[in-house]
């Protein structure tokens, strides 16, 4: 079975710092696009950032210049280095292929950012 387990989240003040990270369990995530997504409370689920095969990479305004995705497709890793971080980023974090399957959706991990 496919899996994607994310780690990393917890609280943290504004401005400061977390690095998420995404296991897969599949070798198949080292050959396709993968991506960050968040959910917000009483927000739908948003694509933050995602990085092809190639390492070419795409972020959504609100994060650019403060996250950075990056990828190991030896340990068939994912990450996400969070800077700078502000309440607005407070979400459930996942991660995906992107563009997303419904069926690898994770348990995800909470982002808590306190003013």
């Known amino acids: 079975q496919v899996q994607l387990v994310e780690s990393g989240g917890g609280l943290v003040q504004a401005g400061g710092s977390l690095r998420l990270s995404c296991a897969a369990s599949s070798s198949i995530f080292a050959t396709t696009a993968m991506g960050w997504y968040r959910q917000a409370p009483g927000k739908q689920r948003e694509l933050v950032a995602f990085?092809?095969?190639?390492?070419?990479?795409r972020y959504t305004d609100s994060v650019k210049g403060r996250f950075t995705i990056s990828r190991d497709n030896a340990k068939i890793t994912l990450d996400l280095q969070m800077n700078s971080l502000k309440p607005e980023d407070t979400a459930v974090y996942y991660c995906?292929?992107?563009?997303?399957?419904?069926?690898?959706w994770g348990q995800g991990t909470q982002v808590t950012v306190s003013s």
């Open positions: 990085i092809t095969t190639g390492s070419i990479t």
């Open positions: 995906n292929t992107w563009p997303a399957r419904h069926d690898f």
